[in-house]
């Protein structure tokens, strides 16, 4: 059976107990930089795969382009050459001719780049370049950090 005293003396901390909450508080702050670190470790893996992905698709674009680039040329020669031929029967000179062949192509691939880049730059815009599942973990820590202290 437990007396007054006994009750009392229960509720008397000791001072091994105080000295352990230094302890405590540095193991807290020893745990939250660990967390923290993972959080940048995550942070760090998501903008190298991101960065790997990007760089991929960046030199399968930059050879398409190159193949696209020549193809380009030599589809443009032909074109510019082939209207050249349909202003036989006008009256301009055959420098004329071909200068106003390849004049209409140029504007036709100024229209089809510019329809392009638009169409990509709004693609672009569209891209999410935030790493969510950083930004998720992050989210969550501060609210256990809210909760806990």
Known sequence: MATAGTAINKRVEHPAEIENLP??????????????????????????????????GGIVIAIGALVALIGLALASTAAALG???????????????????????????????????????????????????TVDEFRKDKEWLKKEL
Not at 24 to 45: E, H, I, P
Not at 88 to 111: E, H, P, R
Request: avoid cysteine.
């Open 23 to 56: 302890v405590l508080f540095t193991r807290l702050g020893d745990d939250v930089m660990q967390l923290f670190d993972a959080k940048v470790s995550l942070l760090k893996v998501e903008v190298r795969e991101e960065a790997s992905a990007f760089l991929r």
């Open 83 to 133: 209207l050249s031929t349909l202003l036989a029967n006008t009256n301009l000179s055959q420098a004329g001719k071909y200068g106003l062949g390849f004049a209409i192509v140029g504007l036709v691939y100024v229209a089809v780049g510019t329809t392009v880049a638009l169409i990509m730059k709004g693609r672009l815009a569209k891209q999410n370049i935030v790493p969510d599942r």
